[in-house]
């Protein structure tokens, strides 16, 4: 399969953002499968109170995380993924747009707050990678609002 066949499907808009959501709408669908399978990933963004001063603590051992939050966690997840795909591929219009900036604001503020606030998720790579996402997401929608919504 050539390369111009998969571009094919890839949002047709100028400029990366849309195809940038498009990525983030994709792996957000891939964690929410993974988070019904499996609680691996959501232990590892949720690792729970630091590990034990003999370092034996794993996040299975720490984590608050259970079958129950893992799914929880996972619908919102696809949610989002759904939104922002919805986004990537209808970027200039207005509602859409606003949609996907408020999936990163809520993630924003749901990981952060996880992290600095109630204590369920600490540095590392499980939190690192939402949040700059989501961070860097938030600004790049921002910033190019105008753009995209003439």
């Keep these: 399969m050539s390369l111009s066949i998969l571009t094919q499907y890839l949002p047709q808009h100028p400029g990366l953002l849309p195809q940038w959501l498009a990525l983030t709408a994709f792996i957000a669908i891939g964690n929410a499968v993974q988070a019904y399978v499996t609680l691996s990933y959501t232990r ?4 729970g109170p630091k590990a034990a001063k003999d ?9 608050p995380a259970t079958p129950l939050s893992s799914r929880t966690w996972g619908t919102w997840t696809l949610l989002q993924g759904v939104v922002r795909g919805y986004a990537a591929y209808d970027i200039s219009n207005p509602v859409m747009y606003q949609l996907a900036v408020i999936t ?9 707050s996880e992290w600095f606030i109630f204590k369920t998720a600490r540095l590392g ?26």
């Design 55 to 63: 370092g034996r603590s794993t996040p299975d051992a720490t984590s």
């Design 44 to 47: 590892r963004v949720y690792l």
């Design 125 to 150: 790579e499980g939190i690192l990678a939402p949040v700059l996402v989501a961070v860097t997401s938030l600004i790049w929608m921002l910033c190019q609002w105008n753009y995209y919504l003439q």
């Design 104 to 112: 990163y604001i809520i993630a924003g503020w749901h990981f952060l």
